[in-house]
Structures are given as structure tokens and as C-alpha cells.
């Protein structure tokens, strides 16, 4: 959701926090782990599907970012995160540097899908605050 608003009424917010997003389904579902596709594929739409995979291109938060002035982000991720990759966090700060909004990315190596280990927590809440502190 946090990518959606982001993208699509960035002029209505100041910044935002993207705590393991989903940037694109096709790559989502190419690189989640295999024993949760079947499932994601039925709920997100098959990407295997030429003209699902078009239409989940083309509505992907990581492809409109690259059409649209975004509004800063910090981007937050795990690096064994076995439910949404680090690759898709990685798309989206790409997408937003390139286009010259600023963001903050953070990717804990010892966690998964949302930190879940007391000193990674505090680490991010603090840098959370600090950084939407400075933008917002």
C-alpha cells in the first residue's frame, strides 16, 4: 500500500516508509520462494501469462516510479526474507534514484520478512525517525 500511495498520490504526502514491499509482481513471483507461488500466482494473477505479466509490468510500483515525481522514501528490508526478496526493495530505491528522489535504504543480514530481533528494531525505528524527521 505504502508503494501505491507513493506512486500514485505522491503530491498529497510528504514521504513515506516501505517496510517490505512488493515493487513488482512479475519479479515478485520469479524470485519469492517456490513453495509459496502456486498461491501467490493465484492471488496476484499468474506472471507466466504473457498478458498478466504485461499488465503487472505496467501497473508495478518500481515502472510508474520511473513515470512520476516521487516523494522521498525510506525503504526498509530483510535480507533472508523468504515472503517478499531484498531484490524487490532494491527496485524500488533504484527506480527512485535514478529519478532523483531522495531515499534511505536499510537491509538488516540477519533478518526476514519485518525485523523481529531487539537490536535491529530499535536500529530502524531510530533511523526511521530521523530520516522522515529531516524530510517530512
Sequence with gaps: MTLAVSTFYSDRIRCSVDIVGMSNLVTFLEHTEAYRRDLRR???????DPKMREFSRK????????????SPM???AGKNDPRVPVSESQQ???ALK???TPVWFLIAKDEGHGYRKSPTRIFSSTRRSSSCRSIC
Design 98 to 100: 535514478k529519478q532523483g
Design 59 to 70: 501497473n508495478s510500483a518500481d515502472e510508474q516510479q520511473s513515470m512520476r515525481s516521487g
Design 42 to 48: 493465484v492471488e496476484y494473477g499468474d506472471e507466466r
Design 92 to 94: 524500488i530505491a533504484d
Design 74 to 76: 525510506f525503504v526498509i
